[in-house]
């Protein structure tokens, strides 16, 4: 069966990047060449993903497959990611992050559609402050992939400005504050922008002379390694700005021979990369898998920076992992690896002035 796409849509604020004319088989190969085609044909239906994996719905997915939860928050997987995953595994540590199960209608006391409070941190739409010295901008809804455990799931993306009105908005904030010295650029993921309208905004960003940091969210280098163009290369390398790229990885399985080659390509003179990965339960809550993925970022070049306890936002409970065993975890990998190989364990509280290290 072959399905059309509506134009463009938001699902609870999530951008849903689709055109009119895209659509997926059931096995969903159709060989995309560019990253913006890899994007257009992403799986966004149950089916279409567990056809592509050669799987049923089953008990040995270890849940029942939970409709509700598709339609709160849809499928989206491009294709090179899913590929990384093992055909006939419903264990799979990568379509574990990807696949909606019955256990997202759970809403247990403590967990929130804005779990960081950042409503509270907005000081203009679009822009956030959570913390003294740095401005986020979340650049647009539109992000790589859908992830279960995403914090800004719920977050009201419809609501922000966008293009010249964004640039606008970020001209004036960083206009008023001279006490900013670091950009965030967020989203969704901001690297969804083609070359040119990052470019627009990296441009608006350097005219503040007294911002120093570039820093970049993403986890598209991940998902989709040919994200990273030559265009994209040479804006960061010729940016005055001293440029932080963190992406976003929780398994060794996400990081194949072309990802390793992105992200050495974006490792250029005044870049510094970091991953950031948060403690998920079935995905990567043991010493091996942790071991296994700072060994793998540390063969891109990329520095583990940040093991995050898991944020709590309405529809991920089923993931967590309890601090006890996180701070167990970071203990083990100490005696396997190397200082510099060892994330910290962090936690981020609403209102709190920086993140809380748990170990």
């Excluded at 966004?44 to 049923?56: A, E, G, H, I, S």
Aim: aromatic share 6%; net charge neutral; hydrophobic share 40%.
């Amino acid at each position: 069966m072959i399905e059309t796409k509506p134009k463009t849509g938001y699902v609870k604020g999530m951008q849903i990047l689709t055109t009119s004319n895209d659509s997926v088989g059931a096995g969903g190969d159709v060989g995309p060449q560019t990253w913006q085609q890899q994007l257009k044909t992403a799986i966004r239906t149950v089916p279409d993903l567990l056809r592509q994996l050669k799987l049923t719905v089953n008990p040995a997915l270890d849940a029942k497959v939970g409709a509700k939860a598709e339609a709160a928050f849809p499928v989206f997987a491009p294709l090179p990611y899913v590929r990384r995953m093992v055909p006939g595994d419903p264990a799979d540590p990568l379509l574990r992050q990807v696949l909606p199960i019955d256990a997202e209608d759970s809403s247990p006391a403590g967990f929130s559609a804005d779990p960081l409070g950042e409503n509270a941190a907005t000081v203009r739409p679009g822009l956030l402050q959570k913390y003294h010295g740095r401005m986020l901008v979340v650049a647009t809804g539109a992000c790589a992939i859908h992830c279960r455990y995403c914090f800004r799931r719920h977050f009201p993306y419809g609501e922000g400005p966008a293009g010249a009105a964004l640039h606008k908005q970020l001209a004036d904030a960083l206009a008023n504050d001279d006490s900013l010295d670091e950009v965030i650029l967020s989203g969704g993921d901001p690297l969804t922008l083609v070359d040119d309208a990052f470019s627009a905004l990296v441009d608006t960003i350097e005219q503040a002379a007294h911002i120093k940091r570039l820093r970049i969210h993403t986890r598209l280098p991940i998902v989709i390694p040919q994200r990273v163009t030559d265009q994209l290369v040479e804006r960061l390398s010729f940016s005055r700005l001293q440029k932080v790229i963190v992406v976003h990885t929780n398994h060794a399985n996400e990081i194949d021979e072309a990802v390793i080659d992105s992200l050495q390509r974006l490792n250029t003179p005044g870049t510094q990369l970091l991953n950031q990965s948060v403690l998920l339960r079935g995905v990567n809550d043991s010493s091996d898998a942790l071991v296994d993925l700072s060994q793998r970022l540390l063969d891109g070049e990329v520095l583990p920076y940040y093991l995050h306890q898991l944020d709590p936002v309405i529809g991920a409970a089923h993931f967590e992992v309890s601090i006890e065993r996180g701070k167990q975890l970071i203990q083990e990998i100490r005696a396997r690896l190397p200082g510099f190989a060892v994330p910290r364990y962090v936690q981020e509280i609403a209102g709190r002035p920086n993140k809380t290290v748990l170990a």
